[in-house]
């Protein structure tokens, strides 16, 4: 879809994509029948990756260069206030009304976004028409399937942890549902955090910036973690820690591929999107495996195998750009 949607003016695309989020939480607030749900739930996959590269390209075309982390920082910012408050909020409303005004909400939301858009954001026609086969070239460089390999193994490492989360803090950490839910919101204010401290220290080095955070994410917090104990206080310090450090996630792949494509930053920001999506299908799916065959708390090292895995691919990006300056990397 990027391929064609980098053609057209990124506002237009933008507007196009939130009315296909709107309808389709519209059709989907009706109770249609499963098999019509699924189709229209599907609908907005196809235009997810779109519109994420078309806001992400929006920023850096607005932006010096020298501020293009820091703006970026500021757009993904968003991600954490949905999981901090979006999020839970649906499913207080699916839980106190029903859920299809859950999806009711959604399509206020939307509409919301699609008349900020239409207000704020100026008219971005594309200056070149790009074809196919020029952006398909950015295959051809390893640096790029570097940076997309260790986005895909980034998410695989979150996901494998954060979507267990819960069940691994009721039954290992004998914490409580509301304790657990104080801990989400801890996670995503400390998100915020992170991410405004990531959108300045990107731009003095992206790979030792990747490395900072993916150690610390996936490798320090979860042993950290495993062997905190029972201590609330000392969980709550490692959940505050992780949300710093994990927040930065969509940021931190979107700058690593976006900086290796600056010729093709749409299509390139969409396969980002792509591989981190099946980063966290492979978490996910992994977690769970691992939870049937070792039990939920083994969870941590799945993170950290996969954290690791990841480091790998920034230090073999970092290998290449070997005579590049070192202020450069």
Known sequence: MTFFSSRFDRKKVMMVSVLMFLFSSLLSSFSPPFWLLLLVRIIPAFTLSVYYAAAIATVIGMADKKDHHKLMAITLSGISISTVSTIPLSTFIASVLAWQYAFLFQVIICAVAFIAILVAVPLMPSKEKKSIGNQLQILKNKNVWFSLLMNMFMFSAEFAMYSYFADYMVQVKHMNLTHVSYLMLVFGITGLLGIWIAGRILSKSLSVTNII??????????????????????????????????????????????????????????????????????????????????????????????????????????????????EML
Do not use: D, Q
């Not at 979107?254 to 966290?280: D, K, Q």
């Open 213 to 326: 955070f993916l150690v610390g994410c996936n490798v320090v917090v979860p042993v950290a973690l495993y062997y905190s104990g029972y201590t609330t206080l000392l969980v709550s310090l490692m959940v505050a820690c992780w949300g710093i450090l994990y927040a930065p996630g969509f940021l931190i792949a979107t700058s690593a591929v976006s900086s290796e494509a600056p010729e093709a930053v749409e299509f390139a920001n969409g396969l980002m999107s792509s591989f981190a999506n099946l980063g966290i299908t492979v978490g996910i799916a992994t977690g769970g495996w691992v939870i049937l065959h070792s039990g939920i708390s083994s969870i941590p090292f799945i993170s950290v195998v996969f954290g690791l895995i990841a480091v790998v691919f920034v230090l073999l990006n970092r290998r290449k750009k070997s005579n590049i300056p070192k």
